[in-house]
Each structure stands twice: as structure tokens, then as C-alpha cells.
């Protein structure tokens, strides 16, 4: 069986969302990556921008001393580091599609620190950035082995939006201090509302802030038993992405990805989907197939291009040209904001319609009105993410 089998994907993807309720799963789910991609070690990191601090960081067995030596590294001295950070989310990034191997060789991290170890290049990928968050994982390969290949970096991406959300879902309950023995009757004391939900969306269970939030419809409401959002988009939306959990992990993807539920001028919300499979740690909520977890705090405002990914599967390329179109930008306008020619344009422009239903770009600059995030997050600085 290929070490990047469907059957490895799916069984590493459970593992991820069991960390949700088990934080000191991380360190186990890191190997298995290292494993898999057949690197030297992998570290993950989810952290606070405003003041640096970690909210959860992992890795998979290295060198302790040597770790904490990484800390003394400024994130613009770690080749390729501050690309990673700056760049699109889900997107594996090599050290050396950055920079040369040449350059790599002469730099002062290779030298002081990367090569007395035997190793060569990391492969880093943001999975988590949102308004106060930002999260990175990355894998180091050894000195004598080839660059990552491209097969193992969309394995990598493949992995990215489901440990987005196990660690968001995660983060809600450390705050409230809920551990891994969670069950039904647990969750009236978690400070976060959370539902029980079928393969369909009929509400199973709600603890007594979410019980709270159907009652009074917002952001999300109970119709016939039937869990509901404010706008039939949203609905469908999160029906597809409790549907695709009820299917199998390795097939919710992006969706329910941070799926903004509020509207707009209401306080940001988002639902975060979790599976609950059957023979995991989550099965302790059974027959329900999916949880849902309902942030508002101000990492509930993902950036406008993660909804409309998160919305209506667009393509990073596709949802830039839609925030242009949004703002009232021509065609003419837009590609040339967008650097790209007005062909291409257009053939994004095709696809775009097709993906959100629409027809003209009238009806996408209404679609962008009716689905802006209530709080813009900022870009992060080259020195707001610490080194874990």
C-alpha cells in the first residue's frame, strides 16, 4: 500500500479531529506525517497575533535543546519563513521554491543550525488566519533525501483545512478547560454553543447556549427539528459540509471551514463542523454524525476570500477576482488590480458564475454585500508569529 494511500489520508484525518478533544494527540498525528512524507520531523503551531502568545504548539520527536535554539531565530532569518506566513492559506510552500539551493547553502540558519543536523529544507504550510490567529505546520526533510515532491505536498494541503478545524474547535474548548473525558452531559458547561446534529442537519442535541441561540433564531434557528442559517446560502452550505462529515472524514474538505453564520451588521459568528466517526474518541456523541461549535469571538471573522472559498468551493484566484468585482471594479479594471489579462479574467469570471449561480457581475457584487465579513482581520507582521 502507497505510504499516501486514501486509506493513510483518511486514517491521519481521524487522528486530526480527535486531537480536537484530545490535545496530546497532536504529537502522535505529527509523526505519522513525518512518516508518511518520509521527513525528519514536523512541528505545528497555532498562535495569537496581537501578543505572540501560542496557543497550542506540537511536534513530532527531535532534538529538545536544538528545538529551543530555534526560538533564538528572528522569523525573517529562517529561509523561506516569512513567505510561508505571508502567503495563501493551504499551500505548501518549499524552502527552495523560495530560494536557491545555493542561496540555502550560504544562509546563516543553514549554516549555524540546519546542516549540523543532517537536514536540508522544510515544507510549511499556514492552515489557520484568521483576525487574532495564525497557524503554521511544517515539515523538515534530511540532507539526503530528495525536495518534497509534489505528490506529498497536496497530501500536505489535503491535511491543511481539516487541521484548521481541529485546532479552532480545540482552542474553544481549552478556553472553557473541557478535557478529553467529554461527554453529552458535558456540554451544558461549555461557555461555547455547541449542536448534535444527523447526516441532514436535524438537531439531535443543543447544550444551553445553543438552546438559547435557536430559540431566538440567531444566527442559527430550528425549523421542524431542522437546523437552519439566516440565508438559504449559508444553509446549504453547512448542510453540505454536516452531510459530507456524515459521509466520511477525508470528504468534508474545505467546507465548514470556518463557515460565517452571522449577518451582516449582527456580531461576526462561525460554525465549525466536527465528525463524529464511529470507533474515534468523538464517537462518545453518537448516533449524532457532526457537532457543531459556534465561535463568536473575533477570530470568527475569517477574511472575505476564505468565505467565498468556504462558500461556493472558488479557487484563491477565483474568489480575488470576485472581492475585485465586488467593489465595483470593470472587467478591465479588475484585471488589471489582479495583474492578469482580461482573457483570463474572463474565464475566471465563467466559472465564478457557475460555482455561485449567478450571471452577471451585477449579481455578484450583491452577492459580496450580502455575505461581508463583519470585521476585516489584519495582515500580520514578519515578527507577530513566534517560533515554535
Known amino acids: 500500500m502507497s505510504r499516501l494511500s486514501d486509506e493513510t489520508l483518511s486514517s491521519i484525518i481521524g487522528d486530526i479531529y480527535d486531537c480536537a478533544l484530545s ?6 498525528v505529527m509523526t505519522r506525517i513525518t512518516t508518511t512524507i518520509d521527513a525528519a520531523y514536523t512541528t505545528i503551531a497555532l498562535t495569537s497575533i496581537s501578543d505572540s502568545r501560542g496557543r497550542f504548539a506540537a511536534r513530532s520527536p527531535w532534538d529538545a535543546e536544538r528545538m ?20 495563501d492559506i493551504d499551500m505548501p510552500l518549499r524552502t527552495l ?10 544562509s546563516t540558519f543553514f549554516l549555524e543550525w540546519a546542516r549540523p543536523q543532517g537536514l536540508r529544507e522544510g515544507c510549511t ?32 494541503a489535503l491535511l491543511s483545512p481539516h487541521l ?5 474547535i480545540g482552542d474553544l474548548l481549552d478556553q472553557t478547560r473541557v478535557t478529553a473525558g467529554l461527554y453529552r452531559g458535558a456540554l451544558d458547561s461549555l461557555a461555547v454553543p455547541v449542536i448534535l446534529v444527523d447526516g441532514v442537519g436535524a438537531v439531535l ?74 470507533g474515534t474518541a468523538r464517537a462518545v ?34 474568489a480575488r477576482v470576485v472581492l475585485r468585482i465586488g467593489q465595483g471594479l470593470s472587467t478591465s479594471q479588475c484585471a488589471a488590480a489582479l495583474g492578469i489579462s482580461e482573457n483570463t479574467l474572463k474565464t475566471h469570471l465563467g466559472r465564478i458564475f457557475a460555482k455561485t449561480d449567478t450571471s452577471r457581475q451585477a449579481e455578484l ?16 507582521s514578519a515578527k507577530s508569529m513566534e517560533i515554535q
Open 97 to 106: 521554491a523560495v530560494i536557491s539551493e545555493a542561496e540555502l547553502a550560504q
Open 68 to 87: 529551543r535554539a530555534l526560538q533564538d531565530y528572528e522569523l525573517s532569518e529562517i529561509p523561506g519563513l516569512v513567505e510561508a506566513v505571508m502567503g
Open 365 to 380: 457584487v450583491k452577492l459580496v454585500s450580502t455575505i461581508a465579513s463583519p470585521v476585516m482581520p489584519q495582515a500580520p
Open 164 to 168: 484548521r478545524r481541529a485546532s479552532l
Open 205 to 278: 442535541h443543543a447544550n444551553a447556549h445553543a438552546a438559547q441561540m435557536l430559540t431566538h433564531g440567531v444566527p442559527l434557528r430550528s425549523r421542524n427539528g431542522m437546523l437552519q442559517a439566516q440565508t438559504p446560502v449559508v444553509s446549504r452550505a453547512l448542510l453540505e459540509a454536516v452531510a459530507a462529515a456524515a459521509r466520511a472524514d477525508a470528504s468534508l474538505g474545505s467546507r465548514g471551514i470556518g463557515l460565517p453564520i452571522s449577518a451582516p451588521g449582527q456580531p461576526p459568528a462561525v460554525a465549525y463542523v466536527l465528525p463524529l466517526s464511529e
Open 285 to 318: 456523541f453518537r448516533p449524532a454524525c457532526a457537532a457543531i461549535f459556534i465561535s463568536t469571538t473575533i477570530s470568527a471573522s475569517p477574511p472575505q476570500e476564505d468565505v467565498l472559498i468556504t462558500l461556493f468551493d472558488l479557487t484563491p484566484a477565483e
Open 23 to 28: 490535545p496530546e494527540g497532536w504529537t502522535g
Open 125 to 156: 504550510t499556514k492552515f489557520v488566519h484568521t483576525a487574532d490567529r495564525i497557524g503554521l505546520f511544517s515539515s523538515t526533510t534530511w540532507a539526503d533525501r530528495p525536495p518534497i515532491s509534489d505528490e506529498q505536498q497536496r497530501f500536505l
